[in-house]
């Protein structure tokens, strides 16, 4: 069974650890706003769904990842349902997320979920292909 739940101090070097990308006072950062969802199994955590919101308004999912040992078995489904969930109560009418162009697995899993492709930037110097974006009208 899993649960999700906002993530808190005491996960702060879990997160640190298996979000690696971020840095840990981004990670510090993010916990403190709330803008990390994390999902347990059996009391051990096992996925995470970090957010910021674009414009300072529209939730924008910049990670979600699952333990591989735990996938394909609803977890990431759960903690996107959760945040959409928790967006929608907060009267988001947008969410957003990114993915790298030539990623086509996680992409088929945001189209799964609602999403639809709105475009791409190309981002020289940080990233050797575009990042493609996609949107879901939440309202
Ligand atoms: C993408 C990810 C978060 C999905 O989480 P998950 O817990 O494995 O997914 P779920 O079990 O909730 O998947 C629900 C459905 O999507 C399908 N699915 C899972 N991963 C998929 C993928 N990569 N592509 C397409 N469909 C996928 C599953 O088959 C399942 O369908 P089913 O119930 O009909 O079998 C997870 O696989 C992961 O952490 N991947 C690596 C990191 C990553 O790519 N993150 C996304 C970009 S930031």
Known sequence: MVE???ASQADIDWLAREDASAGKAWVS?????????????????VGFLR???????????????VLPGYRRSG?????FFAWEAAMR???????????????SRPQDWHRRNGFTETGAVELPGLQSVPEVFFIKRIG
Do not use: N, Q
């Open 4 to 6: 999700v739940a906002s």
């Open 29 to 45: 950062r993010c916990v403190a706003l709330g803008e990390y969802l994390i999902a347990k199994e059996g009391g051990e955590i």
């Open 51 to 65: 957010f910021s919101r674009f414009w300072g308004r529209v939730p924008y999912m910049e990670m979600i990842r």
């Open 75 to 79: 977890v990431g489904t759960a903690l």
């Open 89 to 103: 109560g907060e009267g988001a009418r947008l969410l957003m997320t990114s993915s790298e162009c030539d990623e």
